[in-house]
Structure formats: structure tokens, C-alpha cells
Nanobody
């Protein structure tokens, strides 16, 4: 497994932006697709975005398309999630995870390593 640590969360007004980072330990980062999930209070964890091992393809849940952007820098063992035009409904604990499954990037069962999460709170 790989150790993952998220950062960059915070409190922001609606319409604002944040940039989340996910730092991975070891050399087991660049060969894997990675993903972001989020979990709001009282709700199930949901898929947000994923990126293939070389950044060639990205995937987003419909509610964040056009507002969020996932990227990665394999030389730094780091993945990012740029959050723009934030809405109160984006408030959640955001997790990064390493994908070890086939191609179902939206299923959390396809991921084997998870960070502790970083809190994003959007005020109206």
C-alpha cells in the first residue's frame, strides 16, 4: 500500500476556490490511477474525480464537471484537485485514494489506499 495525505481544505464563501493536494509516499504512485471522493455529513461517500496513471484521461461526476479539475505531478508524487465556483453542497470531507481495480473509477471498492481526508466547507 501507499500512504496518502490530503491538504488544502478550508472554509470558503460560495463562488470561491480551493486547491486540494494529495501527497503520496514511496514509489508506488506513478503507476496507478488516482481518485478523489467526498463525504458530507449524513451521506454516503461519493466519487468526485479520477485521473489515469499518466494524466492522459480524467473523469468527473456530473455535479462537478466544468468546476473542478484533477491533475497530477508524478515527479512530486502528488495529485491535485482544483475546486472552482464552489457551492454549499460541495461541503464535505475530501479523500484521495489509489486505484488498483480495473476501469470502474467511480467505485470506492476499486481503491486500496485512502488518506485521512481534508475538510472543505462552503458558506452561502
Amino acid at each position: 500500500q501507499v500512504r496518502l495525505e490530503e491538504s488544502g481544505g478550508g472554509l470558503v464563501q460560495a463562488g470561491g476556490s480551493l486547491r486540494l493536494s494529495c501527497a503520496a509516499s514511496g514509489r508506488t504512485f506513478s503507476g496507478y490511477a488516482m481518485g478523489w471522493f467526498r463525504q458530507a455529513p449524513g451521506k454516503e461517500r461519493e466519487f468526485v474525480a479520477a485521473i489515469t496513471w499518466n494524466g492522459g484521461r480524467t473523469y468527473y461526476t456530473d455535479s462537478v464537471k466544468g468546476r473542478f479539475a484533477i491533475s497530477r505531478d508524478n515527479t512530486k508524487n502528488t495529485m491535485y484537485l482544483q475546486l472552482n465556483s464552489l457551492k454549499p453542497e460541495d461541503t464535505a470531507l475530501y479523500y484521495c485514494a489509489r486505484h488498483t481495480g480495473s476501469t470502474y473509477y467511480s467505485l470506492d471498492s476499486e481503491y486500496d489506499s485512502w488518506g485521512q481526508g481534508t475538510q472543505v466547507t462552503v458558506s452561502s
